[in-house]
Protein backbone atom coordinates (compact mmCIF):
# COMPACT_ATOMS: atom_id res chain seq x y z
CA UNK A 1 0.00 0.00 0.00
CA UNK A 2 1.48 3.65 -0.62
CA UNK A 3 2.06 5.06 1.85
CA UNK A 4 1.63 8.71 2.40
CA UNK A 5 4.64 11.11 2.87
CA UNK A 6 5.18 13.04 5.85
CA UNK A 7 4.63 16.70 5.67
CA UNK A 8 7.51 19.56 5.98
CA UNK A 9 6.92 22.93 6.65
CA UNK A 10 8.99 26.14 6.49
CA UNK A 11 10.19 25.60 10.45
CA UNK A 12 12.97 22.87 8.98
CA UNK A 13 15.06 24.97 7.33
CA UNK A 14 18.02 23.73 9.94
CA UNK A 15 17.39 19.86 8.48
CA UNK A 16 17.56 21.12 5.00
CA UNK A 17 20.73 23.09 5.06
CA UNK A 18 22.09 19.54 6.78
CA UNK A 19 20.87 17.47 4.22
CA UNK A 20 22.84 19.53 1.22
CA UNK A 21 26.28 19.51 3.61
CA UNK A 22 25.59 15.70 3.36
CA UNK A 23 25.01 15.68 -0.15
CA UNK A 24 23.91 12.03 0.14
CA UNK A 25 20.32 12.07 1.95
CA UNK A 26 18.31 10.00 -0.33
CA UNK A 27 15.24 8.05 1.18
CA UNK A 28 13.89 5.08 -1.08
CA UNK A 29 12.04 5.86 -3.64
CA UNK A 30 10.05 3.78 -6.76
CA UNK A 31 11.98 4.49 -9.55
CA UNK A 32 12.68 6.99 -12.39
CA UNK A 33 10.47 6.77 -15.31
CA UNK A 34 12.93 4.14 -17.02
CA UNK A 35 12.92 2.07 -13.41
CA UNK A 36 11.64 -1.56 -12.77
CA UNK A 37 10.36 -0.83 -9.19
CA UNK A 38 6.98 -2.38 -8.21
CA UNK A 39 4.10 -0.20 -8.78
CA UNK A 40 3.40 0.17 -5.26
CA UNK A 41 6.58 1.16 -4.37
CA UNK A 42 6.58 4.77 -2.72
CA UNK A 43 9.02 7.42 -1.04
CA UNK A 44 8.98 7.09 2.37
CA UNK A 45 8.61 10.63 2.68
CA UNK A 46 8.31 14.20 0.71
CA UNK A 47 11.96 14.94 0.83
CA UNK A 48 13.16 12.12 -1.56
CA UNK A 49 16.46 13.78 -2.26
CA UNK A 50 19.04 16.81 -1.99
CA UNK A 51 21.52 16.17 -3.66
CA UNK A 52 25.09 17.44 -5.04
CA UNK A 53 26.17 17.41 -9.06
CA UNK A 54 28.62 14.16 -9.50
CA UNK A 55 31.98 15.36 -9.58
CA UNK A 56 32.87 15.58 -13.53
CA UNK A 57 29.84 17.94 -14.21
CA UNK A 58 30.03 22.01 -14.20
CA UNK A 59 30.27 23.33 -10.55
CA UNK A 60 26.68 25.12 -9.85
CA UNK A 61 25.65 27.12 -6.87
CA UNK A 62 22.20 26.84 -8.02
CA UNK A 63 19.52 24.71 -5.91
CA UNK A 64 16.65 23.45 -7.48
CA UNK A 65 13.99 23.01 -5.47
CA UNK A 66 11.26 20.52 -6.92
CA UNK A 67 7.45 19.95 -5.81
CA UNK A 68 6.02 17.19 -7.26
CA UNK A 69 2.16 16.53 -7.51
CA UNK A 70 0.11 13.67 -5.92
CA UNK A 71 2.24 10.20 -6.81
CA UNK A 72 5.78 11.81 -6.28
CA UNK A 73 8.99 10.30 -8.23
CA UNK A 74 7.84 7.34 -9.56
CA UNK A 75 4.32 7.38 -10.97
CA UNK A 76 6.24 6.37 -14.27
CA UNK A 77 4.11 8.90 -15.40
CA UNK A 78 3.52 12.73 -15.34
CA UNK A 79 5.75 13.06 -12.17
CA UNK A 80 8.53 10.77 -13.27
CA UNK A 81 8.69 13.08 -16.68
CA UNK A 82 9.69 15.98 -14.52
CA UNK A 83 11.66 13.84 -12.72
CA UNK A 84 13.55 13.12 -15.52
CA UNK A 85 14.48 16.94 -16.56
CA UNK A 86 15.62 17.46 -13.32
CA UNK A 87 17.98 14.59 -13.50
CA UNK A 88 19.53 15.83 -16.61
CA UNK A 89 20.11 18.93 -15.19
CA UNK A 90 21.69 17.60 -12.17
CA UNK A 91 24.41 15.59 -14.54
CA UNK A 92 24.64 18.55 -17.25
CA UNK A 93 24.27 21.61 -15.19
CA UNK A 94 25.79 20.58 -12.15
CA UNK A 95 22.44 21.64 -9.98
CA UNK A 96 22.07 20.69 -6.36
CA UNK A 97 18.02 19.57 -6.03
CA UNK A 98 15.75 19.30 -3.44
CA UNK A 99 12.12 16.72 -4.10
CA UNK A 100 9.12 17.51 -2.46
CA UNK A 101 5.97 15.03 -2.88
CA UNK A 102 2.81 16.10 -1.14
CA UNK A 103 0.79 13.40 0.70
CA UNK A 104 -2.57 11.58 -0.73
CA UNK A 105 -4.76 14.20 -0.44
CA UNK A 106 -2.85 17.10 -1.94
CA UNK A 107 -3.30 19.19 1.17
CA UNK A 108 0.11 20.30 1.57
CA UNK A 109 1.10 21.48 -1.89
CA UNK A 110 1.43 25.37 -0.82
CA UNK A 111 3.23 24.03 2.74
CA UNK A 112 6.13 22.52 0.30
CA UNK A 113 6.17 25.71 -2.03
CA UNK A 114 6.45 27.89 0.96
CA UNK A 115 9.22 25.50 2.50
CA UNK A 116 11.54 25.56 -0.20
CA UNK A 117 11.33 29.39 -0.59
CA UNK A 118 11.57 29.65 3.04
CA UNK A 119 14.67 27.21 2.38
CA UNK A 120 16.60 29.72 -0.58
CA UNK A 121 15.80 27.15 -3.26
CA UNK A 122 15.70 28.98 -6.96
CA UNK A 123 14.57 28.38 -8.68
CA UNK A 124 11.41 25.98 -7.55
CA UNK A 125 9.40 24.55 -9.73
CA UNK A 126 5.79 23.59 -9.10
CA UNK A 127 4.87 20.45 -10.65
CA UNK A 128 1.23 20.53 -11.88
CA UNK A 129 -1.79 23.22 -12.40
CA UNK A 130 -3.13 22.25 -9.15
CA UNK A 131 0.17 24.53 -7.47
CA UNK A 132 -1.99 27.75 -8.93
CA UNK A 133 -4.34 29.31 -5.95
CA UNK A 134 -0.96 28.41 -3.70
CA UNK A 135 1.55 29.79 -5.65
CA UNK A 136 0.10 33.11 -6.34
CA UNK A 137 0.63 34.07 -3.07
CA UNK A 138 3.98 32.65 -2.10
CA UNK A 139 5.45 34.13 -5.52
CA UNK A 140 4.09 37.55 -3.68
CA UNK A 141 5.42 36.68 -1.04
CA UNK A 142 8.95 35.65 -2.11
CA UNK A 143 9.62 38.39 -4.98
CA UNK A 144 13.20 37.35 -5.83
CA UNK A 145 12.27 33.49 -6.17
CA UNK A 146 11.44 32.51 -9.82
CA UNK A 147 8.87 29.89 -10.01
CA UNK A 148 8.55 27.65 -12.47
CA UNK A 149 4.63 26.03 -12.81
CA UNK A 150 3.47 23.45 -15.19
CA UNK A 151 0.37 23.33 -16.38
CA UNK A 152 -1.08 26.70 -15.63
CA UNK A 153 -0.77 30.15 -17.41
CA UNK A 154 -2.91 31.96 -14.94
CA UNK A 155 -0.57 33.77 -12.74
CA UNK A 156 1.23 35.99 -15.88
CA UNK A 157 0.49 38.81 -13.90
CA UNK A 158 2.99 37.76 -11.25
CA UNK A 159 6.85 38.94 -12.95
CA UNK A 160 8.43 35.87 -10.82
CA UNK A 161 6.29 33.57 -12.40
CA UNK A 162 6.67 31.77 -15.42
CA UNK A 163 4.72 28.98 -17.00
CA UNK A 164 5.39 26.03 -18.74
CA UNK A 165 2.52 24.49 -21.16
CA UNK A 166 1.89 22.17 -23.26
CA UNK A 167 -1.07 20.96 -26.51
CA UNK A 168 -1.89 18.05 -25.13
CA UNK A 169 -4.61 17.73 -27.44
CA UNK A 170 -2.48 17.49 -30.36
CA UNK A 171 -0.46 14.58 -28.88
CA UNK A 172 -3.74 12.99 -28.12
CA UNK A 173 -5.33 13.67 -31.38
CA UNK A 174 -2.44 11.06 -32.86
CA UNK A 175 -2.93 8.57 -30.24
CA UNK A 176 -6.99 8.47 -30.78
CA UNK A 177 -6.09 8.07 -34.45
CA UNK A 178 -3.98 5.31 -33.41
CA UNK A 179 -6.51 3.78 -31.38
CA UNK A 180 -9.17 3.98 -34.37
CA UNK A 181 -6.35 2.50 -36.37
CA UNK A 182 -5.58 -0.75 -34.38
CA UNK A 183 -9.25 -1.31 -32.81
CA UNK A 184 -10.98 -3.83 -34.24
CA UNK A 185 -13.98 -3.48 -31.90
CA UNK A 186 -14.48 -0.17 -33.45
CA UNK A 187 -14.86 0.21 -29.61
CA UNK A 188 -12.40 2.45 -27.95
CA UNK A 189 -11.99 3.98 -24.76
CA UNK A 190 -10.84 6.91 -22.72
CA UNK A 191 -10.32 7.06 -18.71
CA UNK A 192 -9.32 10.60 -17.40
CA UNK A 193 -7.59 10.91 -14.21
CA UNK A 194 -9.45 14.17 -12.58
CA UNK A 195 -12.20 15.85 -14.32
CA UNK A 196 -10.51 19.08 -15.12
CA UNK A 197 -10.12 21.41 -18.01
CA UNK A 198 -6.37 20.36 -18.64
CA UNK A 199 -7.65 16.31 -18.47
CA UNK A 200 -10.66 17.19 -20.64
CA UNK A 201 -7.73 18.61 -23.30
CA UNK A 202 -6.77 15.38 -23.35
CA UNK A 203 -10.16 13.70 -23.99
CA UNK A 204 -10.71 16.14 -26.58
CA UNK A 205 -7.93 15.54 -28.86
CA UNK A 206 -8.15 11.50 -28.82
CA UNK A 207 -12.31 11.79 -29.79
CA UNK A 208 -11.06 14.27 -32.15
CA UNK A 209 -8.23 11.87 -33.52
CA UNK A 210 -10.17 9.00 -33.41
CA UNK A 211 -13.28 10.43 -35.45
CA UNK A 212 -10.78 11.45 -37.91
CA UNK A 213 -9.54 8.29 -38.97
CA UNK A 214 -12.92 6.33 -38.34
CA UNK A 215 -15.94 9.11 -38.30
CA UNK A 216 -18.16 6.15 -36.29
CA UNK A 217 -15.66 4.60 -34.22
CA UNK A 218 -17.50 4.09 -30.68
CA UNK A 219 -16.18 6.08 -27.63
CA UNK A 220 -16.48 5.72 -23.68
CA UNK A 221 -14.98 8.22 -21.39
CA UNK A 222 -15.04 8.21 -17.91
CA UNK A 223 -13.17 9.92 -15.06
CA UNK A 224 -11.86 8.77 -11.48
CA UNK A 225 -12.59 11.82 -9.45
CA UNK A 226 -13.75 15.09 -9.93
CA UNK A 227 -12.51 18.61 -7.93
CA UNK A 228 -11.22 19.14 -5.34
CA UNK A 229 -10.81 15.21 -5.17
CA UNK A 230 -7.19 14.36 -6.77
CA UNK A 231 -7.03 11.01 -5.82
CA UNK A 232 -7.58 10.06 -9.51
CA UNK A 233 -4.37 10.46 -10.27
CA UNK A 234 -3.05 7.76 -8.15
CA UNK A 235 -5.56 5.17 -7.46
CA UNK A 236 -4.38 2.28 -9.67
CA UNK A 237 -7.26 -0.11 -8.20
CA UNK A 238 -10.23 2.46 -9.55
CA UNK A 239 -8.23 2.55 -12.60
CA UNK A 240 -8.22 -0.67 -13.05
CA UNK A 241 -12.27 -1.23 -11.67
CA UNK A 242 -13.09 0.91 -14.49
CA UNK A 243 -11.61 -0.25 -17.37
CA UNK A 244 -12.71 -3.74 -16.77
CA UNK A 245 -16.29 -2.12 -17.43
CA UNK A 246 -15.08 -0.36 -20.49
CA UNK A 247 -13.20 -3.53 -21.65
CA UNK A 248 -16.35 -5.77 -20.59
CA UNK A 249 -18.58 -3.28 -22.61
CA UNK A 250 -16.46 -3.77 -25.84
CA UNK A 251 -13.64 -1.60 -25.72
CA UNK A 252 -10.43 -3.34 -26.88
CA UNK A 253 -8.28 -0.46 -26.42
CA UNK A 254 -8.42 2.77 -23.54
CA UNK A 255 -6.22 5.59 -23.32
CA UNK A 256 -5.65 6.19 -20.13
CA UNK A 257 -4.74 10.12 -19.18
CA UNK A 258 -4.26 9.28 -15.51
CA UNK A 259 -1.15 9.45 -13.50
CA UNK A 260 -0.33 6.47 -11.52
CA UNK A 261 -3.90 5.46 -11.76
CA UNK A 262 -2.65 3.90 -15.61
CA UNK A 263 -0.89 1.06 -14.55
CA UNK A 264 -4.34 -0.02 -13.06
CA UNK A 265 -5.69 0.42 -16.90
CA UNK A 266 -2.75 -1.67 -18.12
CA UNK A 267 -3.05 -4.92 -15.65
CA UNK A 268 -6.86 -4.53 -17.02
CA UNK A 269 -5.92 -4.55 -20.15
CA UNK A 270 -3.65 -7.37 -19.53
CA UNK A 271 -6.32 -9.68 -17.94
CA UNK A 272 -8.58 -9.11 -21.12
CA UNK A 273 -6.42 -10.10 -23.81
CA UNK A 274 -6.90 -6.05 -25.02
CA UNK A 275 -4.80 -2.94 -25.10
CA UNK A 276 -4.24 0.43 -23.85
CA UNK A 277 -1.92 3.86 -24.28
CA UNK A 278 -0.26 5.51 -21.92
CA UNK A 279 0.31 9.08 -21.27
CA UNK A 280 2.97 11.83 -20.37
CA UNK A 281 6.12 9.10 -20.24
CA UNK A 282 6.93 6.43 -22.59
CA UNK A 283 5.17 4.00 -20.67
CA UNK A 284 6.41 0.79 -22.28
CA UNK A 285 9.47 2.10 -21.25
CA UNK A 286 8.92 2.97 -17.96
CA UNK A 287 6.34 0.69 -16.43
CA UNK A 288 9.32 -1.98 -16.18
CA UNK A 289 7.33 -4.73 -16.39
CA UNK A 290 7.30 -6.92 -19.65
CA UNK A 291 3.45 -8.41 -18.98
CA UNK A 292 2.29 -4.81 -19.52
CA UNK A 293 4.81 -3.88 -21.95
CA UNK A 294 2.88 -6.22 -24.14
CA UNK A 295 -0.42 -4.32 -23.83
CA UNK A 296 0.89 -0.66 -24.37
CA UNK A 297 0.11 0.22 -27.67
CA UNK A 298 1.92 3.74 -27.49
CA UNK A 299 2.06 6.76 -25.22
CA UNK A 300 1.30 10.18 -25.74
CA UNK A 301 4.43 11.64 -24.97
CA UNK A 302 4.11 14.92 -22.97
CA UNK A 303 7.67 16.18 -22.97
CA UNK A 304 7.66 17.76 -19.23
CA UNK A 305 10.98 16.51 -18.79
CA UNK A 306 12.59 18.88 -21.83
CA UNK A 307 10.42 21.51 -20.07
CA UNK A 308 12.01 21.33 -16.78
CA UNK A 309 15.71 20.87 -18.30
CA UNK A 310 14.92 24.16 -21.15
CA UNK A 311 13.82 25.95 -17.70
CA UNK A 312 16.81 25.41 -15.69
CA UNK A 313 19.34 25.74 -18.73
CA UNK A 314 18.18 28.91 -19.04
CA UNK A 315 17.65 29.70 -15.53
CA UNK A 316 21.55 29.14 -14.96
CA UNK A 317 22.54 30.94 -18.22
CA UNK A 318 20.51 34.00 -16.72
CA UNK A 319 19.14 34.28 -20.21
CA UNK A 320 14.91 36.15 -20.32
CA UNK A 321 11.93 33.41 -20.16
CA UNK A 322 9.22 33.98 -21.45
CA UNK A 323 6.13 34.33 -19.10
CA UNK A 324 4.75 31.77 -20.77
CA UNK A 325 6.11 28.48 -23.09
CA UNK A 326 4.35 26.19 -24.96
CA UNK A 327 5.01 22.68 -26.09
CA UNK A 328 3.56 21.10 -29.18
CA UNK A 329 3.89 19.08 -31.91
CA UNK A 330 5.96 21.77 -33.59
CA UNK A 331 9.09 21.57 -31.41
CA UNK A 332 8.16 18.10 -30.29
CA UNK A 333 6.67 19.03 -26.84
CA UNK A 334 4.13 16.39 -27.43
CA UNK A 335 4.00 13.44 -29.91
CA UNK A 336 3.42 9.86 -29.35
CA UNK A 337 5.66 6.62 -28.53
CA UNK A 338 6.87 4.22 -30.92
CA UNK A 339 8.34 1.84 -28.37
CA UNK A 340 7.17 -1.69 -28.87
CA UNK A 341 6.65 -1.55 -32.48
CA UNK A 342 2.99 -2.01 -32.41
CA UNK A 343 2.35 1.33 -33.96
CA UNK A 344 5.28 1.02 -36.56
CA UNK A 345 2.75 0.08 -39.32
CA UNK A 346 0.98 2.78 -38.62
CA UNK A 347 3.24 5.36 -38.63
CA UNK A 348 3.09 6.79 -41.92
CA UNK A 349 -0.42 7.44 -41.25
CA UNK A 350 0.17 9.39 -38.27
CA UNK A 351 2.88 11.27 -39.43
CA UNK A 352 0.97 12.72 -42.67
CA UNK A 353 -1.82 13.70 -39.27
CA UNK A 354 1.00 15.51 -37.72
CA UNK A 355 2.10 17.90 -40.40
CA UNK A 356 -1.52 18.91 -41.08
CA UNK A 357 -1.74 19.54 -37.46
CA UNK A 358 1.36 21.88 -37.63
CA UNK A 359 0.55 23.25 -41.25
CA UNK A 360 -2.67 24.18 -39.69
CA UNK A 361 -5.01 22.16 -42.00
CA UNK A 362 -6.12 20.11 -39.43
CA UNK A 363 -7.55 22.22 -36.35
CA UNK A 364 -7.50 19.81 -32.85
CA UNK A 365 -9.93 21.11 -30.30
CA UNK A 366 -9.11 21.72 -26.70
CA UNK A 367 -12.70 21.42 -25.32
CA UNK A 368 -14.92 17.51 -25.53
Known sequence: MRRTPQRRTGRSRLGLTAALALGALTLAACGSSGGSASPSAAPTSSESSASAAPSD?????????????????????????AAEGLDKAKTELGV????????????????????????????????????????????????????????????????????????????????????????TSGNVGFIGGVQTPLIEKFEAGYVAGAKQVKPNIKIETAYLSQVPDFSGFGDP????????????????????????????????????????????????????????????????????????FDALEKF??????????????????????????FVDDISGQLDELKQMIIDGKIMVPSAP
Open 237 to 308: AKGKETANGMYDGGADIIFAAAGGSGTGVFQAAKAKGALAIGVDSDQYESIGDPELQSVILTSMLKRVDVAV
Open 57 to 81: TPASDIKVGLAYDVGGRGDRSFNDA
Open 96 to 183: SALELSPNASGSDRGDNLRSLAEDDYNPVIAVGFAYAESLKAIAADFPDTTFFIVDDSSLQDLPNVKSLVFAEEQGSFLVGAAAALTS
Open 316 to 341: SKGEEIDPVTTYDLSNDGVTYATSGG
